[in-house]
């Protein structure tokens, strides 16, 4: 957490506020999935406090307590909608697989047009019999590389030691897990003092899945205004939906269209701060890179999040989670560590979590310093660099041997709240505020539920 606090240029004193409680092993794995959650999200709960104290208010105590960070990690499996939970949230073809060579593959099968790259090009049918006999005819990078060229969305499993002499593992390294870098000038723009830390404060959010969406939903519970864009033909998983869209306003901007791309900038000319996480370079096209966002709106703070970072010859390459834990080596020293052959995931999408919570964090940090140094920021975040840091935190011994917590288990952590889709029982925040404790004041609802347009903003003191 020091770490984390002195790269993004914090003020060593407000570490003295900071209070971690916990032991690991939190979750069933030989990596420190514990203290990466605690670290992640204390990193920014405290930033959330440090921003109103410097907007002028008293510093607060901020406590994270392991366990709580390591079951919000795990927060879509908590989550349940008048008592029930989906049987999976994902396509029953998304897997891992052994190819010719007698090494694996994992397949990302969540979104259709994934799903149906993938089938057409091994030409087999849907199902994992025949998937399974399609591969038996290919070397696993060899697999890789081709499928990739034709707009698969794949992995290789690696060994650690494979990874490391990868060149884009030589371009993740040279990456910390947040960076902040000011990217124009404008005028300092004061920090607002609401009620919330981070009352006055808006946010958009542009992106999909996990992380990103944890981004955007830990900076709601802490009092933003966050707006979730998103446009009417993206897939998305609705299960993930529901539980990242707690906090948020939810609009429809098909920044393809004349009219999206219009309604998103005007939203641009108000916010404070900007999420992506499309593939680096993607939004250039459409007038929303950083450099454009930070033309429409100078003083903005902008967030991006990509797979593999933005350098290297996998930096344009599409990821996710489950399939950079495959090719970063962690699915391999999983299954070393359990004694068995094959792939093993980590007991969470924890390279998506983490990289979500410090997301968070290096977004506020940017915005702390604009409010001093003036300009405009960019903060990137890469789930491979997130990979590398939570190797560095070490192995947990004995880690394999833990359980994962049930439904149960959790009760005393979990909260209920009324939403469109029915009475939604879901994880608290983990960061404890002592005098603004965090909640989400708004509940998930459908995508494109709210206009485009940003809701008045409560009285707040410009400091």
């Not at 999983?334 to 964090?361: R, V």
Request: with cysteine; hydrophobic share 45%.
């Amino acid at each position: 957490m020091a770490d984390l606090w002195r790269i993004a240029g914090g003020e060593a004193s407000a570490l003295d506020h900071l209070k971690l409680t916990g032991t690991e092993p939190a979750l069933p794995s030989s990596f420190r999935v514990g203290a990466a959650a605690q670290a992640s999200i204390a990193a920014a709960g405290l930033a959330a406090a440090e921003l109103r104290h410097r907007a002028g208010a008293a510093r607060q105590a901020v406590s994270v307590d392991m366990r709580h960070a390591a079951i919000e990690f795990r927060s879509e499996h908590y989550l349940t909608i008048d008592g029930k939970a989906p049987a999976t949230m994902f396509d029953p073809l998304f897997a891992a697989y052994r190819t010719g060579d007698g090494r694996f593959v994992r397949l990302h099968m969540n979104f259709p047009h994934h799903r149906e790259n993938v089938l057409k090009f091994l030409g087999c049918p849907p199902t994992r019999v025949a998937i399974e006999r399609a591969l038996s005819k290919w070397e696993a990078v060899a697999f890789e590389t081709e499928a990739y060229q034709r707009g698969c969305v794949v992995a290789a499993m690696r060994s650690r030691a494979e990874w490391a002499a990868h060149p884009q593992a030589a371009a993740v390294a040279r990456l910390p897990p947040v960076q902040i870098e000011k990217i124009g000038d404008a005028p300092p723009r004061p920090l607002p003092l609401g009620g919330r830390p981070l009352s006055g404060l808006r946010v958009l959010d542009l992106t999909r899945v996990i992380a990103g969406p944890v981004a955007g939903r830990t900076l709601a519970a802490h009092g933003a205004d966050v707006m979730r864009i998103s446009a009417p033909d993206l897939p998305f998983i609705d299960w993930l939906v529901k539980d990242t869209g707690r906090g948020k306003l939810s609009a429809y901007a098909d920044i393809a269209t004349p009219d999206g791309k219009g309604a998103l900038a005007r939203l641009v000319n108000a916010a404070d701060i900007f999420l992506q996480a499309f593939r680096p370079g993607a939004l250039n096209a459409r007038g929303f890179g950083f450099a454009d966002v930070a033309v429409l709106r100078p003083g903005i703070v902008y967030g991006s999040l990509s797979a593999y970072g933005d350098t290297g010859p996998w930096a344009s390459r599409r990821g996710f989670d489950s399939l950079v834990q495959t090719a970063t080596g962690f699915n391999h020293a999983e299954a070393q560590a359990a004694g068995i052959e094959g792939p093993k995931e980590l007991p969470c999408q924890a390279l998506d979590h983490a990289s979500g919570y410090l997301l968070a964090f290096g977004t506020l940090m940017a915005r702390i310093r604009q409010a001093t140094e003036g300009g405009s920021w960019l903060v990137r975040v890469s789930l491979a660099a997130t990979g590398r840091w939570l190797w560095n935190l070490g192995r947990a011994d004995n880690g394999v041997s833990a359980q994962i917590p049930s439904c149960a288990a959790v009760d005393d952590l979990l909260e209920e709240s009324p939403s469109p889709f029915g009475t939604m029982r879901a994880v608290r925040h983990a960061a404890q505020l002592s005098d603004t404790p965090a909640a989400w004041r708004r509940p998930a609802v459908p995508l494109g539920t709210h206009p485009p347009a940003w809701p008045s903003i409560p009285e707040v003191v410009r400091c």
